[in-house]
């Protein structure tokens, strides 16, 4: 089953709460960042324990979505790009970002058929980069910018706040559960 590409563009997160998975991205404060990448791999690593929607973790719910193990492969890459991006903002003046094609990565490193024994390891690691990469942020250090080669434009405060979004809208893809409240509250 091929999985139909998404070439949706999610900023409008940055302006309104997301009907499908429910989450805010203007409900929290970013110094929270950390405790929230945190608790969302938390609760991601609980539904993988738990093989998601129907508990297979290999199985796709519908053609045109992923299984949850994809799906975790998919939140593993973004924490270590987001990571990899953050560390060009933190070190460089509005650094274009390289571009990342996140079904053509799905397809060729064959997210389907990785060990979950491994993508949960290297999920909690990327989880953790990312967590200690954000709690390095300065005050003055949030108003950084970068981009995309799509026009997009952020500040490391939008980056994050765009960021944090994609775990937690997946989670809800993989379990059908809205995590975004629980995750802002979330005791650090």
């Given at each position: 089953m091929k999985?139909?590409?998404?070439?949706k563009d999610w900023?409008?997160?940055?302006?309104?709460?997301?009907?499908?998975?429910g989450f805010n991205t203007n409900s929290f404060d970013v110094?929270?960042?950390?405790?929230?990448?945190?608790?969302?791999?938390?609760?991601?690593?609980?539904?993988?324990l738990m093989g998601?929607?129907?508990g297979n973790l290999f199985s796709r719910p519908a053609p045109d979505k992923w299984s949850p193990l994809e799906y975790t492969c998919h939140v593993r890459d973004v924490f270590k790009l987001y990571d990899y991006?953050?560390?060009?903002?933190?070190?460089?003046d509005n650094p274009l970002f390289p571009?990342?094609?996140?079904?053509?990565?799905?397809?060729?490193?064959?997210?389907?058929?990785q060990d979950p024994n491994v993508v949960k390891q290297e999920f909690r690691d990327a989880a953790a980069a990312v967590a200690s990469r954000f709690a390095g942020v300065q005050a003055g250090?949030?108003?950084?910018?970068?981009?995309?080669?799509?026009?997009?434009h952020f500040t490391i405060d939008t980056f994050g706040r765009y960021f944090i979004h994609d775990p937690i809208h997946h989670l809800y893809d993989v379990t059908g559960d809205r995590y975004g409240d629980v995750i802002v509250n979330w005791p650090a």
């Open positions: 999985i139909v590409p998404d070439t900023t409008w997160v940055l302006e309104r709460p997301c009907p499908e998975c110094a929270d960042l950390p405790a929230m990448i945190r608790a969302i791999a938390a609760a991601w690593l609980d539904a993988l998601g929607i129907g991006r953050l560390a060009l903002m933190l070190s460089e571009n990342w094609d996140q079904d053509e990565t799905a397809l060729a490193e064959r997210y389907g058929e250090q949030w108003q950084r910018l970068g981009r995309r080669g799509d026009g997009a």
